[in-house]
């Protein structure tokens, strides 16, 4: 009985050690990211995307997305290691979601999950922030949990959950600015509209700005 008391304990502490937290998350400045932890990500950028117009010329516009900032894996170990990242896409109501890790995206139109893998010398950090982004067809919140599992754990070393928020009409004050009235939408072809229509609509500001928005 005792031999396998001693064999239990063996084996416990034998699964911890194969399951230590070799890879956290870390922020821009190196600050660890609590295991756990919850993000809100809610600044908007934007990035040009075109729409082909009838007579076959193309019209520049600028999309917003939310993208995800700030946010590294760091090999808090003293060996060079790999690692397995999955990005589960918990909610994702409207537009287009990228996860990107060392510059290795995949993209996902709904709920669902992406894997990438990745290498990280001792004490080095994999960017996960540049291109991982949500780019919203409308107002929402899409919510990812990224998580991270070393090569030789048994588990997720590290978890976090990040939430995208978006809304349009939070953005600068612009619905406070009689400058930034509708003057013209138009088809995701081009074709001008008298008023909203099913779909992806085209809107031009009064200040210039163009956003693409989806109608239900």
Partial sequence: MKKLFTLCIALLFSCVAMNAQNFIFVDGEGNTIEN????????????????FNPDGSY????????????????????????????????ALPNGTFAACCAG???????????????????????DISTETEWVPASDGTTTVKISVQGSKSML????????????????????????NKVVARYSINGQLLDAPQKGINILKYADGRIEKVIVK
Avoid: H, R, W
């Avoid at 932890?37 to 729409?51: G, H, N």
């Fill in 156 to 179: 997720p070393d590290s978890e976090i959950t990040v939430n995208f928020v978006y809304s349009s009409t939070s953005i600068d004050g612009i619905q406070n600015n009689a400058d």
């Fill in 36 to 51: 756990g932890a919850t993000l809100t990500m809610d600044q908007v950028s934007y990035k040009e995307d075109f729409v």
């Fill in 104 to 126: 290795n995206c995949s993209n996902l139109d709904s709920e669902g999950t992406i894997e990438k893998n990745a290498n990280a010398d001792a004490g080095k950090t994999i």
């Fill in 59 to 90: 019209e520049i516009i600028q999309v917003p997305m939310i993208p995800l900032s700030g946010v590294y894996i760091k090999n808090n170990s003293s060996e060079s290691q790999s690692c397995k990242v999955t990005y589960n896409v918990t």
